[in-house]
Nanobody, 126 residues
Framework: EVQLQASGGGLVQVGGSLRLACAIS????????IGWFRQAPGKEREGVSC????????YYAEFVKGRFTVTSDNYKNIVYLQMNNLKPEDTAVYYC???????????????????YGKGTLVTVSS
């Protein structure tokens, strides 16, 4: 059974940093793709970042480029999202998701995936 659990959210001031973690179980990250999404109150869910275990490709949405970094610990089967220089508009529930297709890639950007975990709330105060 595929399970994804995001953690690491919290309350931070503008300009601060947080590191989110996505713990993966039920499959090995090496062959698949993990995406980070977020949903702010009253808004639709949007893609933030993507990392592929099969070809090491990465993708960042324009609004997080230069501030967020996605990495993986393949041994622990965890994907991280380092978020720096946080802004109030980054406030949202953040989710990690997985693509069920072996060999998937982020070269084409982020896309809707097959499995979504429970989110973690990030609140940036001004």
């Amino acid at each position: 059974e595929v399970q994804l659990q995001a953690s690491g959210g919290g309350l931070v001031q503008v300009g601060g940093s947080l590191r989110l973690a996505c713990a993966i179980s039920g499959f090995t990250f090496d062959d698949y793709t993990i995406g980070w999404f977020r949903q702010a109150p009253g808004k639709e869910r949007e893609g933030v970042s993507c990392i592929s275990g099969s070809d090491d490709s990465k993708y960042y949405a324009e609004f997080v480029k230069g501030r967020f970094t996605v990495t993986s610990d393949n041994y622990k089967n965890i994907v991280y999202l380092q978020m720096n220089n946080l802004k109030p508009e980054d406030t949202a529930v953040y989710y990690c998701a997985a693509d069920a297709l072996r060999g998937s890639t982020c070269l084409g950007g982020i896309y809707q995936m097959d499995y979504y975990g429970k989110g973690t709330l990030v609140t940036v105060s001004s």
